[in-house]
């Protein structure tokens, strides 16, 4: 059974902060595959809900103006993986959101919610950390935009102020131009299973595809919030598409990285994993784009 006193349907963003305004200690509720957990484990018994399922405007995958990939907090996991623009220019992200859960939770979970939980585990936010994604914030105070970097704040903790919705998660086009991403979701098993580690590694290369000119790899698990490796970065940008870069990022992301111990894996294990996923990781984005060992 789940314990709520009320659910509110926002019609409209508006709507949604004013009813966050109204009812100040609701729980803001979009697919529900987290929050519903909550609710049934009596963590948040009695609890007031705003519902924004039925913000079909914050459930599409479009490009702005100015060539920026803006995808609705609201797209699920499976409209990620199917979306052309994605598929087109982002496909790392489907790919990743494809990893998640089993079927049913693909369908209802969605991409905002696997960013605004503040989980480290969560399958797309590396890759959006990866990309560099400005997200759009809207609240009582209007429209403020902050890059994903600032968003996170600490475990399960991240920038949203009382009143205030996540409504865009923008991929600037100067960030998934002419790149080529791989991620690799590492869990004890194939299906229904959280990350032990999540690495999601892309690059561009230079016109005759021999130089790595930029690598971004970002990692979940390998910190209380998704994070970037950003020595690795700086020791492999610039770097020839050789086997002895592959060597170099595998040992440079071990600077970056600090696991931690839990049930699921030593921090040590972990460590291998990292090392081996940034291996496997940059090798296959290279050969995405085009580069050849
Ligand atoms: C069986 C099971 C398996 C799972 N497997 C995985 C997995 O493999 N990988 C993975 O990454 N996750 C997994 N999850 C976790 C979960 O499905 C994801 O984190 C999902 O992305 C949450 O999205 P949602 O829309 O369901 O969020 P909800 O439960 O609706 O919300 C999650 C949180 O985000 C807030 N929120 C949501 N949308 C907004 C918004 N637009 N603005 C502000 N705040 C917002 C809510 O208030 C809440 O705090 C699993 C969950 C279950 C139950």
Redesign the pocket.
């Known amino acids: 059974m789940y314990d709520f006193s009320a659910l509110y349907e926002a019609t409209s963003v508006q709507n949604a902060v004013e009813l966050m305004q109204a009812h100040p200690s609701a729980?803001?509720?979009?697919?529900?595959?987290?929050?519903?957990?909550k609710m049934r484990e009596g963590k948040l018994a009695g609890t007031e809900l705003i519902s924004?399922y039925k913000l079909d405007e914050?459930r599409e995958v479009t490009m702005d103006p100015d060539g920026a990939l803006r995808i609705g907090?609201?797209t699920s996991f499976s409209h990620a993986t199917k979306s052309p623009l994605l598929q087109q220019y982002m496909p790392v992200l489907g790919e990743a959101a494809d990893?998640?859960?089993g079927p049913q939770?693909r369908n209802?979970?969605?991409l905002?919610?696997?960013i605004?939980?503040g989980?480290t585990?969560?399958?797309?936010a590396s890759s959006q950390v990866a990309y560099d994604a400005m997200l759009e914030i809207t609240g009582p105070a209007g429209m403020r935009k902050i890059s994903i970097h600032d968003f996170y704040k600490g475990v399960g903790k991240v920038d949203?102020q009382p009143g205030e919705?996540?409504t865009a998660i923008l991929i600037p086009k100067e960030s998934y131009e002419n790149c080529y991403g791989y991620y690799i979701k590492y869990a004890m098993r194939n299906a229904?299973?959280?990350?032990t580690i999540g690495c999601s590694v892309n690059v561009v290369l230079s016109a005759d595809k021999k130089t790595i000119e930029r690598m971004r790899i970002s990692y979940g698990v390998a910190g209380p919030v998704p994070m970037r490796a950003r020595s690795a970065e700086a020791a492999v940008n610039g770097q020839p598409v050789s086997e002895a870069t592959i060597e170099l990022v595998g040992n440079a992301v071990l600077n970056d990285v600090n696991p931690r111990t839990s049930w699921r894996a030593s921090a040590d294990f972990r460590k291998q994993i990292i090392s081996e996923t940034a291996r496997r990781g940059l090798r296959a984005a290279v050969e995405r784009a085009g580069g050849v060992f």
């Open positions: 729980v803001l509720i979009a697919g529900g595959s987290d929050v519903l957990i924004l914050l907090p609201m990893t998640v859960g939770l209802i979970g969605t905002g919610g696997n605004c939980n989980v585990s969560a399958d797309t949203l919705l996540l229904m299973d959280i990350a």
